[in-house]
């Protein structure tokens, strides 16, 4: 059974990004030595359950997959709607990834061929996306969840949930480098 520190160290996220992934500044990873993005696809991409894709996140994406290498990692189990997204911004994909496993996310960093130091997992989750992330040795960022306008959604509970349970644990909650 892993020690609580080592726990509390698996869910701190490298980064908790003030806002949507729209937010997250590419210059400012590439500069830390990331050459790989895997991002997560409900309410980190897309509105969760609309088959709606914000503009700014089509040309957040358009912009990083220039200078990266970006692969699509979800949890959901409809291929109809995390292709759809694939397909929309033109990414390979992995749907019913088992995150926090860390079975897929071998899968992906060795289809996209960078070692996890050079690889960051982008979402909106604690418990899937960061611990995901934190496990195989990646840099985690932890966005806010979108609305279908492209803004930070008001209503997401389970993420305002997961920053108190940050805070509870003594660990930092607010938006970093």
């Known amino acids: 059974m892993p020690s609580l520190h080592k726990v509390t160290r698996w869910l701190q996220p490298s980064c908790i990004v003030a806002g949507p992934i729209t937010a997250v500044d590419p210059q400012a990873l590439w500069r830390r030595g990331i050459r790989g993005l895997v991002l997560d696809v409900d309410r980190t991409l897309a509105p969760r359950r609309q088959l709606v894709l914000p503009e700014t996140v089509r040309s957040w994406v358009a912009r990083v997959r220039r200078q990266f290498k970006v692969y699509l990692l979800s949890n959901n189990l409809s291929r109809r709607r995390i292709a759809w997204v694939a397909k929309e911004l033109d990414l390979p994909y992995c749907l019913a990834a ?18 996890p130091a050079q690889v960051a997992m982008v979402g909106d989750r604690l418990f899937t996306d960061v611990l ?5 040795g990646m840099m985690s960022l932890l966005v806010q969840p979108i609305d279908p306008d492209g803004r930070p959604s008001r209503q997401d509970r389970l993420y305002r949930l997961e920053l108190r349970l940050l805070k509870a644990l003594g660990l930092p909650t607010t938006a970093d480098g």
């Open 98 to 115: 088992r995150k926090p496993s860390r079975s897929s996310l071998r899968q992906v960093l060795k289809t996209i061929n960078l070692p």
């Open 132 to 136: 995901a992330g934190n496990r195989m």
